[in-house]
Nanobody
Framework: QVQLVESGGGSVRAGGSLTLTCDIS????????VGWFRQGPGKEREGVAA????????FYADFVEGRFTISQDNAKKTVTLQMNSLKADDTALYYC????????????????????WGQGTQVTVSS
């Protein structure tokens, strides 16, 4: 069993930064991937960034445009999403998700392929 707890959300002005952290506990076997998803008001859940835990390979949504960075600390068992140059459109509930299975990189944003989910952390960006 794997448990995920997100932290670091908050309210910032456009152009500001936030760092989201996903604390991971349980038997991850250092395999699979961890992804950050978000769901804005009236919008569907969408993938933001993902990382393959063994290789460190990363994948970003097009809308990130170089503003966000996903990274992992294997010793602390955390995955961090550093978000810079935030926009009002980034306002959403951000979720951390994990799965132990290997899938093609093109499917890393398929929410149905993640077994474990956190409760989410709210990010609000004011213009």
């Amino acid at each position: 069993q794997v448990q995920l707890v997100e932290s670091g959300g908050g309210s910032v002005r456009a152009g500001g930064s936030l760092t989201l952290t996903c604390d991971i506990s349980g038997n991850t076997q250092n395999s699979g991937r961890v992804g950050w998803f978000r769901q804005g008001p009236g919008k569907e859940r969408e993938g933001v960034a993902a990382i393959q835990t063994k290789s460190g390979s990363t994948f970003y949504a097009d809308f990130v445009e170089g503003r966000f960075t996903i990274s992992q600390d294997n010793a602390k068992k955390t995955v961090t999403l550093q978000m810079n140059s935030l926009k009002a459109d980034d306002t959403a509930l951000y979720y951390c998700a994990a799965d132990l299975a290997w899938v093609n990189r093109g499917m890393w944003f398929r929410a149905d392929l993640y077994r474990y989910w956190g409760q989410g952390t709210q990010v609000t960006v004011s213009s």
